[in-house]
């Protein structure tokens, strides 16, 4: 880490210490977070057996324009590339694994594409989340294909419990003249819950290419998204609920195509997701969930005329099954139809993986903690796929727990992989193999009433990675099951609330390693910090966060290299009536020039000034 790298983050923390100095260590008032992707059954946070992160409202409020990438890129483990802004094509890597190792649903339902193995993030808008559960670590023992790295569950914004109607709205203004705005309301009486959402931005961006780009146009990248969410359910009986849930999600965001184009052309991308959920106590130790799902994504690309979508239906039954106190066994049947539209006419459109799965969750004297679980995937054309994971937590006493864990995952190639047709000395391999992993992982965790410790160490193997251009001696090409990597790594993270001022860090070091060559691979890096501070001045809440990340390379030689970089964001929020709030974000406070991808800028100094109301 250079001088200038540190030197935002000392001023940062200097200018916390008069505070930290003189205050006084306060107990934290904490509710008890209820989360289900870790299991996929409710549990508090606390008795999570691996290493689980929630983004909770909170925290999204004070994103300001941040997107949901950028969102989750704060947090420990999880880095993100993006081709020039919001609105353009992103990536997510969890614990250094690939964008398509992370297995990535909204309210469960799967929504990484069936074509290209990516997720629409950029159609995702913050204002529609309640919450977000990070699952690090091989999940497909619970949730199948893709879940190499980790789980995403994107939780939106619902009603529940019984509660009178409550109505909230924003409205805010930026720089690139930025505009975003959002309201909902939601509500629960008489076995009734109910909400509605809807949001609506627009930005002229920021020149999304720079010369280095074969695309490059000095011209500006904006964007126009809206998107709208809702739920309805009703209790007919105690411990009886039928509950419906929807989210459509759109943005047209413009990209760069050559200086010939006096302004860039537009992708349109529509991300959808419909459920419908049966939650049945049929008895005290019985419990049986019924879900029905659908998700569907169209992206168009109007400058090389090129539209594809994907349709996936899936259908679950749960059954939950307490034996003994403290101690649950799921049981799950699961039917996943991926079906395909594309352009250019593929030799194959459809999959269907038929699913059954095991799973354990025990408590054993307060002081031990079991999760085990199998998993079989029968995917046409594959066959079965069998995976596994097993966990152990130990309270050593009441503030610190060790535990280890182990767990396997895969990833089914995509239609794009298997199936594209021949086309400028290109064409899918149907011969291809799905992509396997192993993952072990250990950790110590110390918690009390005003702090937090964590040390976790991970290794996973990853083998038939796919090679997507893999040429022969012709230049004629295709994908190929050539690839292997080991990533292993240590997060250290870290919380302290002094009085009125909060601290929270942490660290990354990971050794990303491509198996064949030896080298880094591409876009990650070896070292990445967070570190943020809150303060309260009476009714002001002011922060400050910082985050830096070591050198990265472009390309698998490691020729290309991306420089490190360190970004200052700044926050505050102010109550002016009791229910009205101004809320204020300063990203990239130093202007920091950096990069991602080569070729593709990012964001500079940008202000946000919202405003947040309340009933």
């Known amino acids: 880490m250079t001088l200038l790298s540190i030197r935002p983050l000392m001023v940062a923390l200097a200018g916390a210490l008069p505070f930290i100095a003189t205050a006084q260590t306060a107990p934290i008032a904490k509710l008890d977070q209820i989360v289900v992707t870790p299991s996929r059954m409710a549990q508090p946070l606390k008795n999570v057996v691996g290493d689980v992160t929630v983004i909770n409202q909170e925290t999204l409020q004070k994103a300001g324009q941040s997107s949901v990438a950028e969102i989750l890129q704060r947090q420990p483990g999880i880095e993100i590339y993006s081709n020039g802004g919001p609105q353009t094509t992103t990536g997510v890597y969890l614990r250094g694994t690939n964008p398509q190792h992370t297995r990535v649903m909204i309210d469960g339902m799967r929504i990484n594409s069936s074509t290209s193995g990516s997720v629409n ?79 609506y931005g627009s930005s002229d961006g920021f020149n999304a290419t720079n010369p280095l780009s074969g695309s490059y146009n000095p011209d500006k990248d904006g964007y126009t998204q809206h998107g709208l969410n809702g739920s309805l359910g009703y209790e007919w009986a105690q411990g009886q609920h039928l509950g419906l849930s929807a989210i459509n999600s759109y943005i047209d965001g413009q990209f760069d195509n050559g200086a010939s184009n006096l302004r860039g052309p537009s992708t349109q991308t529509r991300q959808q997701a419909y459920g419908l959920t049966s ?160 993952n072990v992982e250990g950790h110590i965790r110390y918690t009390d009433e005003t702090s937090e410790l964590g040390l976790v160490v991970y290794q996973n193997r990853i083998r ?72 309260q001045f009476g009714a002001l809440k002011t922060g400050a966060e910082y985050q830096f990340a070591s050198h990265r390379f472009e390309d698998a030689k490691n020729e290309q290299r991306l420089g490190s970089y360190g970004l200052l964001n700044l926050t505050a929020s102010y109550p002016l009536t009791s229910s009205l709030e101004a809320q204020l974000r300063w990203n990239n406070v130093l202007d920091k020039d950096y990069t991602l991808a080569r070729g593709y800028n990012n964001t500079g100094s940008s202000l946000f000034l919202n405003f947040a109301w309340r009933m």
């Open 464 to 535: 038939d990675m796919i090679n997507p251009y893999a040429c022969d001696a012709s230049f004629e090409c295709t994908t190929t099951n050539t690839e292997k990597a080991r990533i292993t790594g240590l997060t250290l993270t870290a919380m302290k609330q002094l009085g009125d001022t909060t601290l929270t860090a942490s660290a990354d070091f990971a050794n990303p390693k491509d198996k064949n060559t030896d080298k880094q691979l591409i876009r990650r890096a070896k070292q990445n910090y967070k570190v943020a501070v809150e303060h």
């Open 121 to 199: 993030w950029q159609a995702i808008d913050p204002a529609l989340i309640e919450r977000i559960e990070i699952v690090r670590g091989a999940g497909s023992s619970l949730y199948g294909s893709d879940a190499i790295g980790g789980v995403v569950n994107i939780i939106t914004k619902k009603g529940g419990g019984e509660r009178a109607l409550s109505a909230w709205g924003n409205i805010g203004l930026g720089s690139q003249d930025t505009f975003k705005t959002s309201a909902g309301f939601s509500g629960a009486a008489q076995g009734w819950d109910y909400s509605l959402a809807s949001s």
């Open 279 to 438: 939650t049945n106590k049929l008895s005290e130790l019985w419990t049986s969930r019924l879900n029905a799902s659908l998700s569907k994504e169209t992206v168009e690309n109007r400058a090389f005329n090129a539209r594809y979508s994907t349709l996936q239906r899936q259908y679950s039954w749960q059954n939950d099954l307490t034996f003994a106190q403290g101690h649950t066994v799921s049981l799950l049947a699961e039917r996943l139809e991926e079906r395909m539209t594309h352009t250019t006419v593929h030799t194959d459109d459809k999959r269907n993986t038929n699913a059954f799965a095991l799973i354990y969750r025990g408590d054993l004297n307060e002081q031990h903690h079991l999760q085990a679980s199998v998993r079989n995937d029968n995917i046409s054309g594959y066959g079965n796929k069998v995976t596994g994971g097993l966990g152990y937590d130990l309270d050593i006493t009441q503030n610190w727990t060790v535990g280890v864990a182990a767990n396997t995952g895969f990833r089914a190639p995509t239609f794009a992989d298997l199936y594209s047709p021949y086309s400028w000395g290109f064409q899918g391999n149907p011969d291809l193999n799905p992509e396997k992993s192993r």
